[in-house]
């Protein structure tokens, strides 16, 4: 019997009827081949390409069926970040925008046996947020593309060294002030003005130090910090002298001698490899992974480095300022992330609560036995096992 033209009634209802998707039922995966009728799907399982197809499937099963499960995924895993982003949509809905493609892959040909069970899958995997409801499951997409994360770690990073030196000094300076609390600051700023306008003031000047050049013209330069105002009342002169208290700056300069001499400087940054970090910005994967613990497994930079996190096994390209570091128990071993000993690994001796402080003490190198009290929360961190 002849073929119907290709213009006729018959070869165009042909067309229109193979444009739609048929019948699951009457689907070959193996071919890629829709059969529109019982019929058709029976003659198909006889023909030649059909058996050669069911050969190569009997070889290896496994494989197959891994490889079509890997290809539903990637594709369904695409249609939800490509239409929705990261917004929460229910799953379904993902669903029939993905099967709108005559010749994708079918589930029934894959190792998940329900829809259900696919986005249970994800949810464990971490590509997706997942959550039931009375509606059903919904899903919202993880953006973990090293891309955005690069160009979230470089916005973080220009805006720290917009920043200028100026601006970061008064910020630490007023970080000092608020934690050491500045009670006896205000009193000794206004000394001068209390004092009675009958009193003589005389200024004291020590010697200057040796680092100061004598002779000539030019005379003593003498030390301006080294000057002390006092008063020539008799009642007054031994006792104030004796009993004045030290100003807050001068408290803040003497306990940052103490913590850090001038050979090891605090440093802005203070990222170290095989060290315990949390996370705390709420938008690095829309809080995924908010107050998660993780594992430093290497830096990028100076201000960026990679995180395994510990619940999902994720790594994660995150900025210093994403994260914060982890005070252990007494007992355990931390690392010196600043300051003296920088690097070395101590062993934590105390914890002071109301000071924001530990103190430590370094196991092994050069400063071995070394004690350190005071030591800032953020510069040092539990050392990873």
Do not use: I, P
């Given at each position: 019997m002849p073929k119907h033209d290709f213009f006729s009634p018959k070869a165009i209802s042909n067309r229109i009827k193979a444009k739609g998707l048929t019948k699951l039922r009457w689907y070959c995966e193996m071919c890629q081949k829709a059969c529109r009728?019982?019929?058709?799907?029976?003659?198909?399982?006889?023909?030649?390409?059909h058996l050669r197809q069911m050969r190569i499937f009997a070889e290896n099963p496994n494989a197959v069926m891994h490889n079509y499960s890997t290809e539903f995924e990637a594709n369904y895993v695409e249609t939800l970040s490509r239409r929705h982003g990261t917004k929460r949509v229910h799953a379904n809905v993902v669903y029939q925008e993905y099967i709108a493609d005559k010749h994708h892959?079918?589930?029934?040909?894959?190792?998940?046996?329900?829809?259900?069970n696919f986005v249970k899958y994800l949810g464990k995997s971490g590509q997706a947020l997942v959550d039931e409801t009375e509606k059903g499951w919904f899903v919202a997409w993880i953006d973990r593309d090293p891309a955005a994360l690069a160009r979230q770690a470089a916005l973080a990073k220009k805006r720290k060294h917009d920043m200028d030196d100026e601006e970061r000094q008064r910020l630490e300076i007023k970080r000092r002030v608020k934690a050491g609390g500045g009670g006896d600051a205000a009193p000794e700023a206004g000394d001068m003005s209390e004092r009675s306008a009958g009193?003589?003031?005389?200024?004291?000047?020590?010697a200057a130090p040796s680092g100061f050049v004598r002779g000539g013209a030019s005379g003593a330069r003498p030390n301006a910090r080294a000057a002390a105002f006092r008063s020539d009342s008799p009642e007054e002169a031994a006792p104030a002298a004796a009993a004045k208290k030290p100003s807050m700056l001068d408290e803040l300069m003497q306990g940052q001698s103490s913590k850090t001499p001038p050979d090891e400087p605090k440093l802005d940054h203070w990222l170290h490899a095989d060290i315990v970090v949390k996370c705390v910005n709420r938008k690095v994967a829309d809080g995924a992974y908010y107050k998660k613990k993780g594992t430093v497994l290497r830096l990028v930079d100076d201000f960026v480095a990679v995180v395994r996190m510990n619940d999902s096994g994720d790594e994660l390209q995150l900025d210093q300022d994403d994260l914060e570091t982890v005070i252990p128990a007494v007992g355990k071993r931390v690392k010196i992330l600043n300051g003296v000993g920088r690097g070395l690994v101590a062993t934590l001796v105390a914890i002071d609560v109301d000071d924001f402080s530990v103190a430590v003490e370094v196991e092994s190198g050069p400063r071995r036995g070394l004690a350190r009290r005071g030591v800032d929360?953020?510069?040092v961190s539990r050392l990873a096992s």
């Open positions: 009728d019982e019929n058709g799907f029976k003659c198909h399982q006889t023909s030649d390409s892959v079918h589930m029934n040909a894959t190792k998940w046996e329900t829809l259900t009193d003589v003031v005389r200024v004291d000047v020590q929360y953020e510069d």
